[in-house]
């Protein structure tokens, strides 16, 4: 289930949604901004945007479409990251186990920045913050995979099995064991999140990769997937 609470601080009155895995969750914010927020994320917001500006924070994943007010502007922050929304559709993958942090714009332009840098994107482009904490900006990526997972599919682009598997532990709630080193396979092409598990494992065992599926160590059957070259 999808949880939520709210927290007083500071004389302000704030929400936390947070989605479990295999979970997703749409969000409409005080000023009409929507949310929609990917398995495993969270967001957290006052209840009402009193302030000069509109601030919210998230962990996970996230996918925005902000109702721009110029006089008031909106921010989202996430693992020192701030981004700042120039009237905007835009997506933020920011999971903790990911190496990287990457903002995904679709239309209007956001400023993205952290205590050593900034940059501002335009449509079609995407900023990836690393452990140097340098912003590198890419130009004309694919946006739809970057928000395959609002729409219900898997969308892999030469992918590595660790991002896949990730993807995979946060929607079918599995656990990953790896047999040996990661195999070195990547992935393309696209999967509906509808198909189960086991269906999901067989296409991508076609690529040379395999996999096992056992018991959880909390006895949840079919909740362990053992990945072997």
């Keep these: 289930n999808t949880h939520s609470g709210r927290l007083s601080a500071g004389g302000e009155t704030y929400n936390t949604i947070t989605t479990p895995r295999a979970g997703k969750w749409e969000v409409t914010l005080p000023d009409s901004s929507k949310v929609w927020l990917d398995a495993c994320s969270s967001i957290h917001f006052p209840v009402a945007f009193t302030g000069t500006n509109r601030t919210v924070a998230i962990t996970g994943q996230a996918y925005f479409e902000v109702a721009h007010n110029a006089a008031k502007p909106f921010r989202v922050t996430c693992n020192g990251q701030t981004v700042e929304d120039i009237g905007t559709h835009f997506n933020i993958n920011a999971y903790p186990d990911e190496p990287i942090v990457k903002t995904t714009l679709l239309a209007g332009a956001v400023k993205v920045s952290n205590n050593a840098y900034a940059r501002i ?109």
């Design 121 to 229: 994107l335009q449509p079609g482009q995407q900023s990836i913050i690393g452990p140097t904490h340098q912003i590198l900006v890419l130009k004309d990526v694919n946006t739809g995979e970057a928000i395959a997972w609002k729409n219900g599919l898997f969308r892999f682009d030469n992918a590595s099995i660790a991002s896949v598997m990730g993807q995979v532990a946060r929607w079918y709630d599995v656990d990953i064991q790896y047999e040996g080193d990661i195999p070195q396979r990547h992935f393309s092409g696209d999967i509906s999140r509808n198909v189960n598990a086991s269906k999901l494992l067989e296409i991508l065992s076609y690529t040379g990769v395999h996999f096992k599926i056992e018991a959880a160590p909390d006895g949840r059957q079919g909740k362990k997937i053992i990945v072997t070259r």
